[in-house]
């Protein structure tokens, strides 16, 4: 079959990962392209310039996200969708959603190469705000592209300084016209690298991810009394810092108590006033609870509320729980799931089915369209760190078995 010999070229694949790397770099070798910033902006216009190079016209939604159409020969062929994000963490790696983008891209190039034509369109997209750290919560713009989140709602999304979301995507003038969630698709795929251990320890090329697990963010407020730490008598403390030490400590306990898949821990902390010699009187926190289990979900997030309660009540402060995010444990669509695993087989990559521990925007997609998720091994399972890493092998690997998952579907005319 003409297919079998499908590879893409995986050092302008990795020259073009670099290329994007260099625009925002964190301070420690890796990206700092946060959703929106001007770093965002400069990296969708490089994105964009690559886009029209291939031949791909660019559509933009209302949220942002970016759709590089290549043209099939059926016209009313639904397209096949491949992509991922190119925001990226504050401390994040040069690999984490820039890969799935730039996969797409070069497959493109690749047919384009080889002057193959599919039925089916393909549309490499690059997915707005999938990190949810700027803009809670995550994948907020696929979120609204499915229809689990209305416009006017994500548009209203405050950072830290309290621009909102909508300023911002008008600000750097990538505020689009279509529609968000206006587009049919045949099927979307995304590459990404695990995020986790498990493909690099045993030495697997490829992970088939068969399902998302469920995610839950819930933001803490937490009011006691600022007062001096030194003057202050222990029992007359109305310490929010110990409540939040306290409920922290029970995440991690009820996490290890649903031992090996769930998780929890809270990666966003406010202190106030933060002044070393004050007892904090308010504390703000997210607690991201995760499981492939939604009972063992929901569980933990009852739980979370009543332990969290009990210790406050012990420390007589006041609390409040606010859900600002999360999605239910996601199962992939069984014949995109099968395309990948058949592709990994054929090319003769080591392969192993994996439940993804991280959320990503395809697990939005599979609501809206039969959707899976190709992924790679990183070093030490290490991301949302600047150290992340991945080898050249494994992003070819990766980008091979989804080019041949893509054209599975796009199906190859000549
Ligand atoms: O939070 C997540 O799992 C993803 O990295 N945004
Ligand atoms: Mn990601
Ligand atoms: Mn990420």
Redesign the pocket.
């Known amino acids: 079959m003409l297919t079998d010999n499908l590879r893409i070229d995986a050092n302008r694949l990795w020259d073009s990962i670099m290329e994007m790397a260099k625009i925002a770099p964190g301070v420690a070798g890796g990206s700092n392209r946060q959703t929106l910033t001007d770093g965002d902006k400069e990296g969708r216009e490089l994105f964009q310039t690559w886009c029209k190079d291939a031949g791909l016209s660019v559509g933009v939604d209302r949220m942002g996200s970016m759709f590089a159409t290549r043209e099939g020969e059926d016209s009313d062929a639904l397209p096949v969708y491949v992509g991922s994000h190119l925001d990226t963490q504050p401390t994040g790696g040069k690999f ?1 959603g820039v890969l799935g983008v730039l996969a797409g891209l070069e497959i493109v190039r690749t047919l384009n190469d080889l002057g193959v034509k599919t039925k089916h369109p393909i549309v490499v997209t690059n997915w707005t705000n ?3 750290t700027r803009f809670a919560p ?2 907020l713009a696929s979120g609204v592209f499915a229809g689990i989140h209305d416009e006017e709602w994500a548009y209203e999304r405050v950072d830290n300084d309290g621009k909102t979301f909508g300023n911002e995507l008008k600000r750097i003038g990538w505020q689009g016209d279509e529609a968000t969630g206006g587009r049919k698709m045949h099927a979307f795929f995304e590459l990404h690298i695990e ?1 986790g251990p498990i493909l690099e320890a045993e030495g697997k090329d490829i992970g088939v991810v068969t399902h998302g697990q469920g ?1 839950s963010w819930t933001e803490v407020t937490i009011t006691g009394k600022d007062s001096h730490t030194g003057s202050t008598p222990m029992p007359m403390r109305r310490n929010a810092g110990l409540g939040m030490a306290r409920i922290l400590d029970f995440v991690n306990t009820m996490a290890f108590d649903h031992a090996p898949h769930a998780v929890g821990a809270a990666g966003h902390i406010e202190v106030y006033p933060n002044s070393r010699n004050v007892i904090p009187g308010r504390v703000v926190f997210t607690v ?1 609870l995760r499981s492939p289990n939604l009972d063992i979900l929901t569980e933990m997030g009852d739980r979370l509320r009543h332990e969290g309660r009990k210790i406050c009540d012990s420390l007589d402060l006041e609390v409040t729980f606010e859900k600002v995010g999360g999605f239910d444990p996601v199962e992939f669509d069984t014949e995109c799931v099968t395309a990948v695993r058949e592709a990994a087989e054929k090319l003769g990559y080591s392969h192993r089915d994996l439940i993804s ?4 925007d395809a697990c939005w997609i599979n609501r809206v369209a039969p959707t899976a998720m190709v992924m790679c091994p990183c070093v030490d399972g290490l ?2 760190n600047e150290a992340e890493d991945i080898s050249l092998d494994w992003a070819k690997a990766g980008t091979d078995v989804l080019f041949h998952a893509v054209v599975e579907r796009a199906e190859i005319v000549s």
């Open positions: 984490d999938e990190e949810g995550a994948m995020q995610l991201d521990g991280a959320g990503h991301s949302h």
